[in-house]
């Protein structure tokens, strides 16, 4: 019990850290949480032009929920990691730093699903980029890639990371879900698009 309690802490500290947000602050730009969607992950950094930036924010969003993963399992074996890519999730959506109000897991959840098993992550990203590609609409594809993730992980011999992907799923949808609404109306923003 101690040892998936740390790995959830490790992978929640890891996870709230708002790269978004600080990488926009020191580059001289505005309040992240007032630009467009008012989230702090990388297609909102995109919202401000900054095509490096956002890259980046994608980037180091992916490792904080790959890397506190990727160690639980070194120390502590397979319960840990999920423990750590529940926290890494939370930790994004919920960062204690910024009064819980954080970004909607999308990215954090791609590094956490590599972490886990190459192949679960090796299909969230596919269909997170053929999604995007088709369509142009983030929250689409990143919902889709989560719920894939989910799917993918007994499919590929991993059923012990499935209860953990299917309740991030469910909290990334959640989460979406103004989007969802603006899905339906026809009204969801294109990826570099105004908000």
């Keep these: 019990m101690v040892e998936v309690f740390l ?23 505005a309040d992240l949480r007032k630009v ?16 490096g930036l956002a890259a980046a924010t994608l980037l180091l969003d ?7 993963v990727v160690a639980a399992g070194q120390l502590w074996g397979q319960e840990a990691m999920a423990f750590a890519a529940a926290g ?3 930790g994004h959506c919920y960062p204690v730093w910024l009064g819980f109000k954080g970004g909607k897991g999308v990215a954090t959840n791609a590094g956490v ?3 886990l098993a190459w192949q679960i992550g090796l299909v969230y990203a596919l269909v997170w980029l053929s999604i995007l590609a088709i369509f142009r609409i983030s929250s ?3 919902m889709s890639a989560v719920v894939a993730a989910a799917a993918a992980a007994p ?10 992907l299917a309740a991030i799923a469910v909290l990334i949808i959640y989460l979406h879900r103004e989007n ?7 009204e969801e923003p294109k990826v570099g698009g105004k908000k």
Excluded: D, E, W
Excluded at 9 to 22: D, E, H, V
Excluded at 155 to 164: A, C, I, K, M, T
Excluded at 180 to 186: N, P, V
């Design 140 to 142: 689409l594809a990143g």
């Design 180 to 186: 969802i609404g603006r899905l339906t109306r026809g």
């Design 62 to 68: 992916l490792l904080k929920g790959l890397l506190p």
């Design 113 to 115: 699903a590599f972490g």
């Design 88 to 90: 890494a999730v939370v």
């Design 155 to 164: 499919l590929f011999g991993f059923p012990q990371f499935f209860p953990v």
């Design 36 to 51: 467009g969607s008012g989230n702090i992950g990388a297609t909102n950094v995109l919202r401000t032009g900054n095509k």
């Design 7 to 29: 790995a959830f802490l490790i992978g929640y500290a890891s996870g709230s850290i708002p790269f978004g947000l600080l990488l926009t602050k020191m580059s001289g730009g």
